[in-house]
């Protein structure tokens, strides 16, 4: 079974930094695409940004120029650097690992921007 944890939210000031982090259980990582993913409070969860085995990215119009998704196959993560946080990014950040047809979750953590 395919585990996801995320990790490295918290509370923010406006304009401030996060990392967040995303470790898996499974196998043969680097075939596997990775996101990010965003439920506000009372909101669908939304794309936030996706990362292909090919490199190609995607980002939400949100995030744009303030958000980056990476990986290192190595270590079975991804990672993303949020900058320039804004109180409407708030919302609990969730990792989906997607192979073979599947998806698997994480069970998210938690980013809260206030000051």
């Known amino acids: 079974q395919v585990r996801l944890v995320e990790s490295g939210g918290g509370l923010v000031q406006p304009g401030g930094s996060l990392i967040l982090f995303c470790t898996t259980s499974?196998?043969?990582?680097?075939?596997?695409?990775m996101g990010w993913y965003r439920q506000a409070p009372g909101k669908q969860r939304e794309m936030v940004a996706r990362?292909?085995?090919?490199?190609?990215?995607t980002y939400a119009d949100s995030g744009k120029g303030r958000f980056t998704i990476s990986r290192d196959n190595a270590k079975n993560t991804v990672y993303l650097h949020m900058n320039s946080l804004k109180r409407e990014d708030t919302g609990i950040y969730y990792c989906?690992?997607?192979?073979?047809?599947?998806?698997?979750w994480g069970q998210g953590t938690q980013v809260t921007v206030s000051s």
């Open positions: 989906k690992e997607e192979k073979w047809g599947n998806d698997y």
């Open positions: 499974g196998t043969l990582f680097a075939i596997s695409v």
């Open positions: 990362l292909t085995r090919d490199g190609t990215i």
